[in-house]
């Protein structure tokens, strides 16, 4: 797990092919929601009271025709590579039907990616489940999988001679758990009990999709995922805290749901239980263990026992403009004890804090996010220190966008949108993303 070169030192700083990028999703960039033959997704039109403001992504940072002056802006921070996801209703509007124009749209966006020298990193569903797959069920249908399958059959003959890296599914935890749990995402359901129906869906379609990537793709592949993924943090350095954060990070109520529920038939093929309901079937299994060629990492905060009442304690300095906590410790230990358990390279595929940004005589001076970024980053550095394989860091996000329920309120971007006009300013954060860049992560 831990990398040491010869004579027991470890690697020093970032290898020189680390994959420094951004990240974004489609519905929460693109807008476009009716444009060049796409069809609504569960998030176009939320009903009433569902989303803050009453907001709905149907115009969003209209990355759809600024595409080419937000790749500009890529290039201008100097990433090395750019996560991004496809939209499913853009590319199949209907059932079985490909829709040329969509193919289109990323496939200009990839082309100009690699003129830039830019990695495409592709995730293949980032939540916005097209309308017509949500009427014939949704992820509470078998019948998901193979329309997943049919998917990404048709964006791997489209795309994989110009992209290697994969990502099936963001997140599975959000998009099923909010999503059809608890009802705070589309499509707002409240099916507690559906989990492990759900979770077999959803490993079983990442399964699928995995396997027809590796089939299809026209160059070598690399797979994953990216996991909303966690850590307690250890009250100390000792080795006894440590295995106790270790454990209650798969173990404890929020660490089981969210890392070991997911990881653990995925990578291990192992089964969970959990509060006597939620397990999975042995049979299962087969269908459900999956190669990985890295696990992506999604991580904003620690894991806290009792999220409320910690959360009292802490000062609004230190948390995001969500209430989330901001401590980069999360980041190192989240990446250490993924490493271990599961022993898998990891690329973060997000990490970032949002504020309410404001521009000001031109400028967007987001100190508290630098402030994040040298705590994160710092934390990062020290788990590529310590030999753990990290193979890239995907900033979150590139660009202010739709966040979900909580509208446009939260500004997690290196670029902030004026909605109103649409034009882009790099904010502070930005320039000194660039300069981490550009050092290779010398000036952490
Ligand atoms: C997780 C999700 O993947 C992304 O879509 C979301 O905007 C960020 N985290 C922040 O909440």
Redesign the pocket.
């Known amino acids: 797990m831990k990398n040491e070169i010869e004579g027991g030192r470890y690697i020093m700083s970032f290898p020189k092919d680390f994959l420094w990028g951004t990240a974004t999703?489609s519905v929460?960039i693109e807008g476009g929601y009716l444009a060049g033959g796409r069809t609504p997704s569960i998030w176009d039109n939320p009903p009433q009271g569902k989303v803050k403001g009453d907001a709905n992504p149907q115009i969003a940072s209209d990355h759809y025709t600024h595409w080419r002056e937000d790749l500009a802006l890529l290039k201008e921070l100097g990433v090395k590579s750019y996560r991004f996801s496809l939209s499913w209703s853009r590319i199949m509007p209907s059932p079985g039907q490909v829709n040329k124009e969509g193919i289109k749209f990323y496939q200009n966006i990839i082309d100009e990616l690699r003129r830039l020298k830019i990695d495409p990193l592709i995730t293949i569903y980032?939540?916005d489940l097209p309308l017509w797959v949500h009427k014939l069920g949704g992820w509470l249908s078998p019948k998901i999988v193979k329309l997943f399958a049919e998917y990404t059959k048709v964006v791997v003959d489209a795309y994989s001679d110009k992209v290697q890296y994969w990502i099936p599914l963001?997140?599975p935890q959000?998009f099923i758990m909010n999503g059809y749990m608890i009802g705070k995402h589309a499509p707002f359901k409240f099916r507690p009990l559906a989990l492990p129906k759900l979770t077999r869906h959803c490993l079983t379609a990442f399964n699928q999709s995995a396997a027809i990537i590796r089939k299809y793709a026209k160059t070598p592949p690399k797979v994953g995922i990216?996991m909303?993924a966690g850590a307690f943090i250890p009250e100390d350095e000792s080795e006894k805290a440590i295995a106790t954060a270790r454990h209650k990070s798969f173990y404890h109520k929020g660490g089981l749901m969210s890392n070991r529920w997911w990881s653990d038939p995925l990578v291990k093929g192992k089964r969970v239980r959990a509060y006597g309901i939620y397990s999975l079937k042995r049979r299962d299994m087969r269908a459900v263990q999956t190669k990985l060629d890295f696990m992506g990492i999604?991580n904003?905060s620690p894991f806290q026992a009792n999220w409320h009442s910690v959360n009292e304690n802490i000062s609004a300095e230190q948390k995001n403009c969500m209430g989330w906590v901001n401590d980069g410790r999360a980041l190192y230990w989240t990446i250490r004890f993924f490493a271990e358990r599961y022993k898998l390279p990891l690329i973060i595929t997000?990490n970032g804090t949002c504020d309410h940004d404001v521009v000001v005589s031109g400028q967007v001076n987001d100190t508290k996010r630098v402030k994040y970024m040298q705590d994160y980053l710092a934390n990062l550095k020290r788990a590529v220190n310590e030999g753990y394989e990290v193979l890239g860091y995907q900033y979150?996000?590139f660009l202010d966008?739709f966040?979900?329920a909580e509208g446009y309120g939260p500004r997690?971007g290196l670029v902030h949108i004026d909605y109103e006009t649409q034009k882009r300013t790099m904010k502070q954060s930005a320039y000194f993303y660039k300069e981490v860049i550009k050092t290779n992560g010398e000036n952490i």
């Open positions: 999703s929460q980032h939540w963001n997140e959000p990216a909303a999604n904003y997000e979150w996000s966008n966040e979900w997690f």
